[in-house]
């Protein structure tokens, strides 16, 4: 790779810190977003995101690769193909422009090789029918027949923002039904015992709930906090 000062303007080509042990990232992949997102604050995650893979059971866990690209224009995405190893995420900041697609079927064949483990992308997909069947997962901001071009400018592995979501290079992207969410690389392994402590409660709260032997006091105590005569 080139040293800093040597890139044209508006191009810069990375590589991605991979610091998240592989151990910790498998300990993710049965994660839920919600319950990410319950134990980092209720407040982070993607925005305006659709789900183009039928199969919603085939979620996303993975490093980010991410790709800053001009509107319409994807040919630093096919540089970052090049670059992507097994299980990495593809993070596309597209400017949430939906004039031109930025990547498609011709794309998934490559990212089906290379066993990409799927995209998000702040912009525009097309050939839907190809990412139905679920063989890619691809969250994006919504779709057209337009293609792009392949001009540039655009860097790889740079802080981008994503759909509202900040995401770093080799940050832990999550995937699922229920949306996409970003989880820093810095904070991946004090997160999952969190998260882990987190799943436990629920099944008790689940468990409960099917029993009919819900503790009343878990809402009337906080209704009372609130000054209601409970």
Known sequence: MSTSGEWPQGYRINEMPRTVPDSVLRSFVDVPVAVAGDCMGRSLGAMGLKAYHNNLQQGLCGPALTVQVRPGDNLMIHKALMMAQPGDIIVIDGGGDLTQALIGGLMRTTAMTKKIG????????????????GRVPVFAKGHTHRGPSKEGPGQINVPIACAGMVVGPGDLILGDADGVICIPADEVEALLPRVQAHLKKEQSIRLANEQGTSDPERFNAVLRAKGLPV
């Open 118 to 133: 799927g995209f998000v992308i702040d912009g525009a997909i097309r050939d839907l029918v190809e990412w139905a069947d």
